[in-house]
Every structure is written in C-alpha cells, then in structure tokens.
C-alpha cells in the first residue's frame, strides 16, 4: 500500500531536549516536505526536500533541521524544542514525474513542548 | 506577497443541498490549482486539480471551477451528505518553484442531516 509513514504520532517532550520526526515514503518519490498546521494559521511548510541531498527553507524553518540521506526518508529535527513548536506536524511526499502532481500526506504527528 | 483566501472558516448547509467553498488568491498567476479534504486529525488528501487553462472540472458529485481573471476557484459539492463534513483546503504552486505547494486555510463544512 502507497504511503507516508511518520513516527511518533503523539509526543510529550520538555523544552530543550532535542527529538527527531521521522519520515518515510513507499513511493519511491523524489519531492517531500514538513508541513506544521496551527488553529487560525493552516499549513505552514517547514522545509522541502527535491531530492537526494537537496532541501531547502520553507515559511517557517527556525527552530527545525532536516536532512535527506536516502529517497525514501526525511527526517524533522528539533534541536532544542520550545513551546512554541507545539504543534501538528504532516509529511508529504509527490512523484517529480507527475508535476503537477498530488501531495501524499502522512497521518500527523502531533508535538507538545512543556 | 503570495496571498491564498479561502472566505469561510466554517460553512453549515442541509444534507442534499449544494456545498460551494471559494478560495481566492493574489498577486499570483498559477499554472493550477488544488483541493484537497482534511479530516480531524488526519493528514489532507487530494481530491482534485484543475489548471489554469480548463475552465472546470468534475468528479463523481464535485467539481471545481477556476477563473483566472478574478483569481478564483469554486468547490462545489453537490447532494451533500454528512459523510462530507471535513475542512477543505484549496493548495496552489508557489512561484517561481517547482511543484512546491502553499495551502489555504480552509473551510470546514458540516453538513446536517
């Protein structure tokens, strides 16, 4: 089955200790993205990554690292989480092919930062 | 800047009535235009695109229109049901990127039986 696998799902973490969001893709697609979505505010993207080894700033990028080592995952980083990243997080991934193609979203991780 | 608009954070309508969200956005000229469903809690999936030379598009009981000149998309949904009660959110390319998305805020919709 096609897709986007993120872990955890829900996460209670204290300010500064630095937690990672996993990402990972089935799709074998080259375009993936972190995306944070607040009440009032809708989805923000985080960064995105193009492909192996390429990524780039989104709207919202302080605070946050990603990486992109392999075509299939792409983990978020919080280096020194604070409470204003509480927050819900998605994953989407799309096959480069297919511009314009579909976003494929993960199920969400939702952060809360003490 | 890039600004997306979609006018109604909430919408209520009667089952089997027509469901019509708009999004508006400026200072933009995208080759196409997206809308994707958002359960609570759950990750938003892709319902439809439309590009910037087809004046509409339809599938099953939706459809979306988008008129360049007033920098507009319609959804509509038709026969409504409870079952389509979520929050939808209109996405269009950023400019200048390749395929990079920026959404709307949505609209949630409840439709009453």
């Known amino acids: 089955e096609a897709q986007v696998t993120q872990n955890p799902r829900y996460l209670i973490t204290v300010t500064g200790k630095k937690l990672t969001v996993t990402c990972s893709q089935n799709?074998?697609?080259?375009?993936m993205s972190w995306y944070r979505q607040d009440p009032g505010l809708g989805l923000r993207q985080i960064y995105y990554?193009?492909?192996?080894?390429?990524?780039d700033k989104g709207d919202v990028p302080e605070g946050y690292k990603v990486s992109r080592k392999e075509k299939r995952n792409f983990p978020l980083i919080l280096e020194s989480p604070s409470p204003n990243q509480t927050s819900l997080y998605f994953c989407a991934s799309k096959g480069q092919g297919e511009v314009p193609g579909e976003l494929f979203f993960g199920e969400g991780s939702r952060l809360t930062v003490l | 800047s890039q600004k997306i608009e979609q006018n109604s954070e909430a919408l209520n309508i009667q089952e089997g009535k027509t469901a019509t969200l708009t999004c508006n956005y400026t200072n933009y000229s995208p080759a196409y235009l997206q809308w994707y469903r958002q359960d609570p809690g759950r990750g938003p999936v892709f319902l439809l695109l439309i590009r910037e030379n087809e004046k509409e598009k339809r599938k099953e009981r939706l459809k979306v229109t988008f008129d360049t000149t007033l920098k507009q998309s319609l959804f509509h949904i038709t026969a409504s049901q409870p079952a389509d009660s979520a929050t939808y959110l209109c996405a269009l390319r950023r400019g200048g990127s390749q395929g990079n998305l920026i959404f709307g805020k949505g609209t949630k919709l409840s439709v009453k039986p």
């Open positions: 990554s193009m492909n192996v080894e390429v990524t």
């Open positions: 799709m074998n697609h080259e375009y």
